[in-house]
């Protein structure tokens, strides 16, 4: 958590011109370990799920912090500056996205047995920023802000 915000620090001087999310999947408790997951398209070709452009969704406000806002809240929500001031127009970008269609690439490591050890894996969602580099919108760099790690799963199969 301290790492991520130290990393929004930094680029608070940088302007964000976009968001964009990832999904893959690591085995439990080994970070390096990336496994391969395919994407099945509705016509059944399966593809590497790529990177989803997406838009900040604004905060949510409670009817109780909308009728008490001098109340202190119970989220530790920093509000100093307005999202539409941060983000450049990114009304064409959705502000949620569900990967569908998720398998591993080849098949966990059980392999269909029964009894078998069963293998635990991970999801991890990552999401990135694209952000201007000093020499101007066209002129931008990608950067990693957050990571989000599932609870461990048990595939079996694909």
């Known amino acids: 958590m301290a790492d991520t915000i130290w990393k929004f620090l930094i680029m608070a001087e940088k302007h964000i011109l976009s968001f964009s999310m990832s999904i893959s999947a690591i085995q439990n408790g080994k970070e390096g370990e990336v496994e391969e997951l395919v994407q099945q398209t509705p016509k059944r070709s399966k593809i590497k799920p790529g990177n989803v452009d997406i838009a900040p969704k ?4 409670s009817d109780f912090d909308i009728q008490h806002p001098s109340r202190p809240s119970h989220t530790t929500e920093v509000r ?5 001031s941060i983000v450049s127009d990114n009304s064409q970008y959705p502000t949620e996205h569900t990967f569908e269609r998720i398998q591993f690439q080849k098949v966990a490591a059980n392999k269909g047995r029964y009894r078998a050890k069963q293998q635990p894996y991970n999801l991890v969602v990552d999401l990135y920023a694209k952000v201007s580099s000093p020499g101007g919108v066209d002129d931008y760099q990608w950067a990693k802000i957050a990571r989000r790690v599932s609870v461990p799963l048990v595939v079996r199969g694909r």
Not at 80 to 84: R, T
């Open 58 to 61: 604004p905060p949510f406000l």
């Open 80 to 84: 100093s500056v307005p999202i539409d």
